[in-house]
């Protein structure tokens, strides 16, 4: 079974535009981090943020806002007023103390923003 | 200065071939990993290394061969390499190895082997 599930793998938006990016993940641990990160076509993945089991709280960094929700196993990412710059390919991630510490991935969703 | 280096950029090589990835950050991480990307799809695990020492090697082939000369630096030897391993080669970085460190990951070596 997946243990991370990114559903969209596409999304088109026009810029301004506001775009959310669903994340499912699956885990039996009580102790586990989750994480966003950016893949831009030059290839580098880039940390955009971490979340822990224990924390709930909903985030934002400008643009972005994150909402965590264990009832629903989900840790989705919002961009508000998309930009050409935030097309990319984004990777939710599952950290597991009973797997390893190792990330797993999901398998993306490449956004693309148009002008 | 959450900066991680690869060299080279990119990398052609034929199947009777020796080479070299190299990885490097000056950041005090003591967790470095070898991942592999292809097209399309999420980065695969391949190596982790914890305080120099090989930590995790997910059954990769032994045509590559990890090294870890110090704490700021990462090789993957690539030898007799087949057509199928053409994909881009990122290195990523982490504080320590656990369950909460986020990774660093640099910009990748993308390969082609001939």
């Known amino acids: 079974a997946q243990k991370v599930t990114q559903a969209q793998t596409e999304i088109s938006v026009v810029e301004k535009e506001d775009v959310t990016l669903d994340c499912v993940y699956e885990t039996r641990d009580t102790t586990y981090y989750l994480f966003w990160y950016k893949q831009p076509p030059s290839g580098e993945l880039v940390f955009l943020i971490r979340r822990n089991s224990f924390d709930e709280q909903n985030e934002i960094s400008g643009r972005y806002s994150w909402n965590f929700q264990k009832s629903t196993s989900s840790f989705n990412f919002t961009i508000t007023a998309s930009q050409v710059v935030d097309s990319a390919v984004y990777f939710c991630?599952?950290?597991?103390?009973?797997?390893?510490?190792?990330?797993?991935f999901g398998g993306g969703t490449r956004l693309m923003v148009k002008p | 200065d959450t900066e991680v280096t690869q060299t080279p950029k990119h990398l052609v090589m034929g199947m009777t071939n020796k080479k070299s990835l190299k990885c490097e950050q000056h950041?005090?991480?003591?967790?470095m990993y070898w991942y592999k990307q292809k097209a399309k799809k999420p980065p695969e695990l391949m190596f982790v290394?914890?305080?120099?020492?090989?930590?995790i090697n997910e059954s990769v082939p032994s045509r590559f061969s990890p090294e870890c000369p110090n704490s700021s630096l990462l090789n993957l030897h690539l030898h007799a390499l087949q057509p199928e391993d053409s994909a881009l080669y990122l290195c990523?970085?982490?504080?320590?190895?656990?369950?909460?460190?986020?990774?660093?990951f640099g910009p990748g070596t993308r390969l082609t082997v001939t």
């Open positions: 991630a599952l950290s597991e103390r009973n797997a390893g510490n190792m990330l797993t």
């Open positions: 990523a970085s982490s504080s320590r190895q656990g369950v909460s460190y986020e990774q660093y």
């Open positions: 290394y914890s305080y120099e020492k090989l930590s």
């Open positions: 950041m005090g991480h003591r967790a």
